[in-house]
């Protein structure tokens, strides 16, 4: 049974190209279906299709759809039931020369196009499925390989040949070499006529692969006699001539019932697989969920797409699927999710309302009134903010959220604030004490780099998160100047709003009215490898704030790049490289001494924010990785936990709980700026992967390595010609190449620290030219 319907746009070939380009900075495992596909096929494949979708709802990869003859309206088919459709049409006259086969039987030709995987260049892992399988179970197994090429047996001739209906194949084989092999002995018929594909692979492996269980590619002949499915089975595969989308076979019934579990109309399929539960994959809830909340009206289900929405920082579109459906009064879920949408937005007084609703359910009031306290600080309105705080904490002690609005809005005595003649004004992302180690050192390192001066008496602090109204207007046009920064406030998923759809909340008629110097100073491009600021606003927010500026220094050549491509070429040259003041720590800091000895310690920092951006389906490799290198690390030096925020203690957790490894754990998120860069100066090497936890201990001096799993990383090391001392926390070898590299920098560590400072100071030369500039704009 099937139903046809409209499908969604495809993706864009720049976002497929973009996405291929920071997975080439950060290493990161590029993953992808693929199947061939015809006509007579397609129903069994729109099954297979369902089936993925349906036993795996958090799994969302590229699917290549292989073809030759597919109508329009068939790819459409396609599109509708995944999001990531990749159609690629075959080389058909390719396999005109393979000798074996009756080359003028189209049936016999095709069996060779799905040869045509091997010539995919775009994928670290391809993964092809057989158009007659459904998916029946969990499929993590299979996406977690990273070795070889990977198949299950043949069940009825042996071990030495695989079964080519499921292949894992790794980037070794997606090669001219392995091609080249395939070409060759299709040409010369050195091969059995085994399926044709089956009998040329298995020709050219000669049983050198990696064996799978038989789970993942169950063949249907051992079910002969109506024998029922395995309760363990993965993939159920339909070989044979008679397939059920065209009769069926007897003696098979009960395994063909397990297929047509899968051949639903449209309007079932998409309620079950909203019916699924939790951890559906962003991608599939917002293609699926949004056609069946367009259906039904169904409030769970716009609330759980607007939920999805909010995740991948589409706030708009959030706002949009449930502002289309009728909230009940006292459904608090859906109004506290509208509510986070809208502020999101800034749309500030809807939010209001819904949080309102939101907080009279107990379940939900806790996060409600954290959400209007933060509304209300957003207005400056620090009593308000504080109440509601407290409320929260009065329905959930333990609201992490709430307890640190609270404390930032307690009654603490303002710093003396010196003339504002004498003043600038300085937007940043002001951290609270027991915040983030880097973003809190990172405006006073900022302030450094302009006077040796960094108080409240030369200063004057505007949050980057408070909307910049009227009152904040006014109070930065009576100070010499305005400076922005530093650190990554291009992002677009910490602390949104919609004036500026970056971190600064600052409407652009407030921007325009700005009459003293405005100097943007080492800010970052931040976005992660699969993540995208896809909103027009941040673009013409980008365009007025750089036509503003006097200044404009970004703080890495890679973020340069990303905003000139923003950009018209006519301001290209206004944008240019100052680096994260960070990095010149040495220079900086007055009175800087380096430490005559260094604490027998290795640091290591592993961070968990977006960890499914950051790792993949390669966390359990990088932590099996991480414990070889702790171990082996272990007998060079003590090897500690340096946790720039809580979440960064993870991975002191993990060790502990998978490999029975302990790994103290240095608090840095409690520390002040002095105890930050102390203790990350008497090490002798960090292994950092948040982007401050490799800059700051560079600018003190200290040998680093890098586990990139953010474009940032890969960005900095570019910069300072040094792209050895970085590691994608993706790599097949991470723990030995670690471990190699640090003993390496430890090994001969009075020169790993000569290079550290010989590379700072060229970032030096460039931060002390822009000095210059800066100082005749400032007076």
């Known amino acids: 049974m099937t139903t046809t319907t409209t ?100 049936l016999v030709r095709k069996a060779y196009f799905i040869l045509d995987v091997f010539r995919i260049r775009d994928y670290d892992t391809v993964i092809t499925l057989d158009t007659d399988m459904v998916v029946l179970d969990d499929l993590g197994e299979l996406l977690r390989l990273r070795e070889g090429l990977a198949a299950v047996p043949q069940f009825f001739y042996g071990q030495h040949k695989l079964n080519s209906g499921l292949l894992v194949i790794q980037r070794e084989y997606l090669s001219d070499a392995f091609c080249a092999r395939i070409d060759e002995i299709g040409r010369s018929g ?12 298995n020709a050219a492996l000669d049983g050198d692969f990696v064996r799978l269980d038989h789970r993942y590619n169950f063949v249907k002949r051992r079910l002969s006699g109506d024998k029922p499915v395995p309760e363990d089975t993965a993939i159920l595969h339909f070989t044979g001539r008679h397939k059920p989308w065209q009769g069926g076979e007897a003696g098979y019934e009960q395994a063909e019932a397990r297929w047509h579990e899968f051949d639903l109309p449209e309007a079932a399929f998409h309620a079950a697989f909203m019916a699924a539960g939790k951890g559906a994959h962003h991608d599939l809830l917002v293609h699926f969920g949004t056609a069946h909340v367009a259906r039904t009206s169904d409030v769970e289900s716009a609330r759980r797409v607007a939920a999805a929405h909010i995740s991948a920082g589409d706030y708009q579109e959030a706002a949009d699927i449930l502002g289309r459906v009728h909230i009940p009064v006292d459904a608090a879920w859906p109004h506290e999710v509208l509510g986070h949408a809208l502020m999101s937005v800034s749309r500030y007084d809807e939010a209001r309302a819904h949080l309102l609703l939101a907080a009279s359910a107990p379940n939900r009031g806790a996060t409600a009134h954290s959400r209007l306290a933060q509304i209300a600080w957003i ?73 040796p001066d960094a108080s409240a ?209 240095v608090p840095m998120y409690d520390f002040d700026n002095d105890a930050i860069r102390d203790t990350y100066a008497r090490t002798k090497l960090v292994i950092g992967m948040r982007g401050h936890a490799g800059m700051i201990p ?45 003993a390496g920098l430890l090994g001969d560590h009075a020169a790993a620290v000569a290079d550290v400072h010989g590379r700072q100071q060229e970032l030096w030369k460039v931060t002390q030219a822009n000095a210059e500039v800066l100082r005749r704009l400032t007076g």
Request: aromatic letters at 8%; hydrophobic letters at 40%; proline letters at 6%.
């Open 457 to 665: 008496r030369r200063w004057h602090s505007v949050h980057a998160h408070r909307l910049f109204d009227e009152a904040a207007l006014e109070r930065v046009n009576a100070r010499r100047g305005l400076v922005i920064g530093g650190g990554g406030l291009f992002i677009p998923d910490t602390m949104p709003n919609g004036n500026s759809a970056w971190q600064w909340n600052v409407p652009d008629a407030h921007l325009e009215r700005i009459d003293v110097p405005v100097m943007v100073y080492a800010v970052g491009f931040n976005a992660f490898d699969g993540q995208s600021y896809r909103a027009a606003r941040f673009s013409q927010s980008l365009r007025a704030l750089v036509e503003k500026s006097s200044f404009f220094g970004l703080r890495n050549h890679g973020s340069i790049a990303k905003v000139r491509a923003m950009l018209p070429p006519s301001l290209h040259d206004k944008v240019r490289f100052q680096p994260c003041p960070t990095t010149v720590t040495r220079q900086l800091v007055d009175g800087w001494t380096d430490p005559a000895e260094r604490e027998d310690t290795v640091m290591i920092n592993a961070a968990y924010d977006r960890a499914g951006l950051r790792f993949g389906h390669d966390y359990a490799h990088f932590l099996a990785q991480m414990a070889h290198a702790v171990r082996e690390l272990g007998k060079h030096a003590e090897v500690l936990c340096a946790a720039h925020s809580l979440d960064d203690e993870t991975i002191a957790f993990d060790l502990r709980r998978v490999h029975g490894i302990s790994l103290p754990v």
């Open 7 to 106: 499908a969604p746009p495809a993706p864009a070939v720049a976002d497929r190209a973009a996405a291929a380009s920071t997975a080439a900075l950060t290493g990161r495992r590029r993953i992808a279906f693929a199947s061939f596909v015809d006509e007579n096929y397609l129903p069994g494949f729109l099954a297979l299709l369902r089936s993925l979708a349906l036993t795996n709802p958090e799994v969302c990869e590229d699917f290549v759809v292989l073809h030759d003859d597919l109508k329009p309206s068939s790819i459409a088919r396609i599109r509708a039931l995944h999001p990531r459709i990749v159609p690629r049409r075959v080389d058909a006259a390719r396999y005109d020369a393979y000798a074996k086969g009756d080359q003028d039987n189209y």
């Open 190 to 201: 050195a091969y059995e006529l085994d399926k044709h594909d089956q009998g040329i692979l």
């Open 379 to 451: 207005h400056g309105d620090d009593a308000t903010a504080r109440a509601h705080a407290l409320t929260a904490l009065g329905i959930d002690p333990t609201h992490r959220p709430a307890r640190l609005m609270h404390t930032r809005t307690s009654a603490v005595p303002a710093p003396q604030e010196g003339s504002p003649s004498d003043q600038l004004a300085h937007v940043a992302f002001y951290m609270e004490r027991q915040g983030n180690a880097g973003d809190k050192l990172l405006p006073e390192s900022v302030r450094l780099a302009f006077d």
């Open 698 to 742: 560079f600018g003190c001096g200290t040998p680093i390595v890098s586990l990139i799993s953010h474009p940032k990383m890969a960005y900095f090391l570019a910069d300072i010609e040094r792209p050895e001392w970085g590691i994608s926390v993706h790599d097949r070898d991470l723990g030995a190449v670690l471990v190699e590299r640090a």
